[in-house]
């Protein structure tokens, strides 16, 4: 399976400033995701990262909230902004289309922290 | 409504037991089935996919699918302390591979 990295693996930040978060794969895959897991909580899909095009949100998330790029096959960001301590949680990238069955594969995560 | 229900209490098996862990879905059009286990913190780790009725092995890890009643199950045989861990099964949701997970389950193998 792919390698995926994600950058920064954790962050302190203040509230209503901005984070962006790098998902970085060795190969190129057809999907990339970003989820977001909450403390205790499981996986919630935050959007999909479309190449080349506005990325596709899930119900309750929104593009000024969480604005996404993926300038290229192997390369994603997602940025949290203007944030508060309800946005404290790990953010996962994921990739699918690396295997003929698409299973999909989850970076290390971002530990994120909103004081 | 929730669209994947998994047990929620955690589970407490003696090591080389079998730990069974069940998993039911809503969605009727889902193809793609998928357990993932999830070390404290790290990120979930794909160990199962299945796409059609019945079991499929691999390893000490059995999956059954049954589209008919809509439920997925997991089965880990000859259980390890390395077993523990939190385990979550997740079903596409829909189209260009969407995911949706359940809360998972916690598996304790005591030694």
């Known amino acids: 399976s792919a390698v995926i990295s994600q950058k920064p693996s954790r962050d302190i930040c203040q509230r209503g400033t901005s984070l962006t978060i790098q998902c970085q794969v060795d190969?190129?895959?057809?999907?990339m995701f970003w989820y977001r897991q909450q403390p205790g909580q499981s996986l919630t899909l935050i959007a999909t990262a479309n190449q080349g095009s506005e990325a596709t949100y899930e119900s309750g998330f929104v593009i000024d909230k969480f604005p996404i790029s993926r300038p290229n096959l192997t390369f994603s960001t997602l940025t949290v902004s203007n944030m508060s301590p309800e946005d404290s949680s790990i953010y996962l990238c994921?990739?699918?289309?690396?295997?003929?069955?698409?299973?999909?594969?989850f970076g290390p995560g971002t530990r994120l922290t909103v004081l | 409504q929730k669209e994947v229900e998994q047990n929620s209490g955690p589970l407490s098996v003696p090591e080389g037991a079998i730990a069974s862990l069940n998993c039911t879905y809503s969605?009727?059009?889902?193809?793609?089935f998928f357990w993932y286990r999830q070390y404290s913190g790290k990120s979930p780790e794909l160990i199962m996919s299945?796409?059609?009725?019945g079991d499929k092995e691999d390893g000490r890890f059995t999956a059954q699918l049954n589209k008919a009643s809509q439920y997925v199950s997991l089965l880990i045989r000859d259980s390890q302390p390395s077993d523990s861990a939190t385990y979550l099964c997740?079903?596409?949701?829909?189209?260009?591979?969407?995911?949706?997970f359940g809360k998972g389950n916690q598996v304790v193998v005591i030694p």
């Open positions: 190969s190129q895959v057809t999907m």
């Open positions: 994921s990739v699918a289309g690396t295997s003929e069955d698409n299973e999909q594969f």
């Open positions: 299945i796409y059609s009725n």
């Open positions: 997740a079903f596409s949701a829909g189209g260009n591979n969407r995911l949706a």
């Open positions: 969605d009727r059009v889902s193809q793609s």
